[in-house]
């Protein structure tokens, strides 16, 4: 029973105690320390009121007391409370460490000694007490160092004291403090940038006035440089001038969110020039030293979103430079013309007749090419990513640079409706091509022309054409440029006799002045195949759906992020990394008048022997011995009998396999039987009787 009693008493006594600490309301930590810091901030703020007199008698008297216990230190600790209750409103950037008030104390206590220390020992006392000096704490602190030390010794001793408890205080090193002032200092003072505004607005433009001049000039220059005094070149007229200027929208504002969202994730870049391009502005920076590429390279994303701009490009590092940029798209895109570089000096010091206008790179720097270097072009994009554009600037420029005796053509137009405002040009050697057996002709005269043009160099002793037609230039060897508007169409239909035929031009056509331009908009490894890439090395990537298309063109990831349009991205061997070109923008009025006026100065000499090569491996008779399928002449009365011709046709008429089947169509179209395979269609057949083919056969 007494147990019982003993346990009641204190179980009365803890709920007592509760209900007591129940009126106290449970605060956190945070709440806690914004109440100190208020309750620091006001006593500071009111004592320095009484400092000018104006906080009340109370306030005054408790002043007074303070001048006269450390003297002229009290404004100073006056000033310390102020600024710690001030940091512990920000803990994350002024953390309070417990080391905080003894190094206030002890900071007061030396700069009281430091400001009584210099004093007359007689007179101390009375200064002391009239709230001057270091006050009482100064005078005892004087009485009692200068016992032990001199006056030198006891200023560098409380120095030292005085730097401690700075120490204590801000419990940081002296080190570390300097540096952390020094980046505060560099943020806080406003980067200059500097903006390089494009060069397409220096460029010479729209002034009437001034344009026949210098028209008159550049057909002189041509006159001498290709020795055709008799052909006249379409005048610059002919194209448009009228040109916009891209909005980059706010400079200033964009290169600080860059700064500040590499920032937020511990990396540090100073922010060096901006380039206002057509089509994008490029942010260049330099990363602080011992930050990995990697590292900027994965947050392309991060500032897609601080600038709610999209897609973002990286380029780390910039080619030549120790910097890194930043390829913000613009808000409005300026429309890049080709009157404007066609007239510039920078295409006037090419020194090339074959060289062609790109457009402008992200710094707005004309992008001139020369096809003599390349020595073939592959290009290469999506629909409407500018493809068929970027073709017309190519033949635009070359036929502003180039007579009939100097260049001579074949377009290939599997489409029909691109390069037909080309047709009946003086430059073709033949109409533009728009069937897939005369484009395989075409190829396969330009092998032997090729071949016959070695034959000459090597009779002649010379090592290319440009020796060939100094010697010779009263019968000089015309360029050739072979223009494929869609490589994917010939490729379905001969990929392996394509193939080969580009395989053979691509490896030695460029000495003897011959070049091919290939563009496809199905960029995969069918179309554009491992030997055509090996021996096509300059190409151009308009914008692609993914980045294995990207991959596929230029070897590398990129041409997924450009934004169409003609935004482009150019790479040849002469470069380490693909160039970021906005190309010219040409349009069907303007290459209607300039092939209407070529027209009007002359007639095409077409060569008939382009379109009249031979398709057929065995020459296109009918040879019995060669086909050695016994079943070969009944295929062949099957498939004339019946109209059409497949595998599977044979396979049931005939009962046999597959794989027999399809080499018996292969040799029907070998002999000229049946024509090539057209998709899912069946094959033509070409031969309606079967008397008048086993007449041909024997």
Known sequence: MGRKKKRGRPKGSKSKKKESRSFLPSLNEDTVREIVAIVLVAVSLILLLAVFGAAGTFAENVYTFMRKAVGYSAIALILVVFGSGAAMFFPEKFPISKSIIPGIVLFVLSLSGLLHLF????????????????????????????HVFNVWASFVLLMALALVAVLLIVNKSISATIKAFKENRAEAKPAELKVNEPTSAHLK??????????????????????DDKDWKFPPLSLLESMSTKADSGNIKQNASLIQ?????????????????????????????????????????????????????????PIPGKSLVGV?????????????????????????????????????????????TKMPHLLIAGATGSGKSVCINTLLLSLLYQNSPKSLRMILVDPKRVELSPYNNIPHLLAPVIVEPDKTISALKWAVGEMENRYKILQQYGKRNIDEY?????????????????????LMAVSAAEVEALIVRLSQMARAV???????????????????????????????????????????????EKLLGSGDMLFYSPQLAKPKRI????????????????????GQPEYNEAVLTQSTRSSGGVMDFESADDDLFEEAAK????????????????????????????????DQGIVGPADGARPREVLVSDVSEMMDTGE
């Not at 390829?327 to 006037?348: G, L, Q, W």
């Not at 563009?519 to 980045?547: H, M, Y």
């Not at 497949?646 to 008429?653: I, Y």
């Open 119 to 146: 004093i007359e020992t007689r007179q101390g006392y009375a200064i002391a007490d009239a709230g001057n000096g270091g006050g009482w704490m100064g005078f005892v602190i004087q009485m009692l160092i200068l």
């Open 205 to 226: 433009d729209d002034g009437k006035k001034d344009l026949a001049p210098k028209r008159e000039t550049r057909e002189e220059i041509r006159v001498v440089a290709y």
């Open 260 to 316: 500040k969202t590499l920032g937020s994730f511990n990396i540090n870049v100073e922010m060096s020039d901006v380039n206002v391009g057509p089509t994008v502005t490029q942010y260049t920076f330099k990363p602080q030293e011992g930050i990995k590429l990697n590292k900027i390279t994965t947050l392309d994303k991060d500032l897609a979103l601080s600038l709610a701009a999209h897609p973002i490009r990286l380029e780390a």
């Open 327 to 371: 390829e913000v798209p613009n808000k409005r895109s300026a429309i890049v013309r080709m009157r404007n570089i066609v007239d510039s000096e920078y295409f006037k010091e090419t020194g090339s007749r074959l060289s062609v206008v790109l457009g402008l790179d992200v710094a707005g720097e004309p992008q001139i090419a020369d096809i």
């Open 469 to 489: 037609n100094q010697a010779m230039k009263d019968q000089p060897m015309p360029y050739i440029v072979i223009v494929i508007d869609e490589l994917a169409d």
């Open 513 to 559: 002045g011959m070049h091919l331009v290939i563009a496809t908009q199905r960029p995969s490894v069918d179309v554009i195949t491992g030997l055509i890439k090996a021996n096509v090395p300059t190409r151009i990537a308009f914008a692609v759906a993914s980045q294995v298309d990207s991959r596929t063109i230029i070897d590398q990831a990129g041409a």
């Open 582 to 601: 906005q190309g010219v923008f040409v349009s069907e009025k303007e290459v209607k008048l300039v092939t209407d006026f070529l027209k009007q100065e």
């Open 638 to 669: 099957c498939v004339i009998q019946s109209g059409k011709a497949s595998a599977s046709l044979l396979q049931r008429r005939l009962r046999i396999g597959y794989a027999r089947a399809a080499r018996l169509i292969d040799i029907l179209e």
